[in-house]
């Protein structure tokens, strides 16, 4: 059987290599985008599993890329989990919003490597 596919979007290098060394080292194929753009781009190429997508990025926020990804035909069903160091706030803003969906899941910076790990398999089942 193929490993999963994980597509993650952040704007930090840091958090890219991370996630993507950690998710790797997990047994999942990774694909990295820099930011929604380029990010809404890769899920419609690479038809990942799952998303990981920041919310604090240049050019495109993440509710703005979220949105996208719920909107587009290709990406529409793709679970996404938002990773994001404003999270509590965030969390409100979108559960209240009609601009988006809720995402099916949120993971908080500093990111815990289990919690992640646990909602990940929980959504690939």
Not at 8 to 13: A, C, G, M, S, T
Not at 22 to 30: E, I, K
Not at 34 to 40: D, F, I, P, V
Not at 95 to 120: F, M, T
């Amino acid at each position: 059987m193929l490993p999963k596919k994980i597509l993650v979007i952040d704007d930090e290098e840091d958090i890219l290599t991370y996630l993507s060394t950690f998710l790797t080292d997990s047994g999942f194929t990774v694909v990295q985008a820099a930011n929604g753009k380029e990010g809404l781009q890769k899920a419609i190429d690479e038809k990942p599993d799952l998303i990981t997508l920041d919310i604090s990025m240049p050019e495109e926020s993440g509710v703005k890329a979220l949105r996208k990804f719920q909107q587009h035909e290709t990406t529409k069903n793709t679970p996404v989990i938002i990773i994001t160091g404003v999270s509590s706030e965030l969390r409100k803003f979108i559960e209240k919003g009609r601009q988006v969906h809720e995402p099916e899941g949120y993971c908080e910076k500093p990111i815990n490597r289990e919690e992640l790990l646990e909602q990940i398999n929980s959504l690939l089942r």
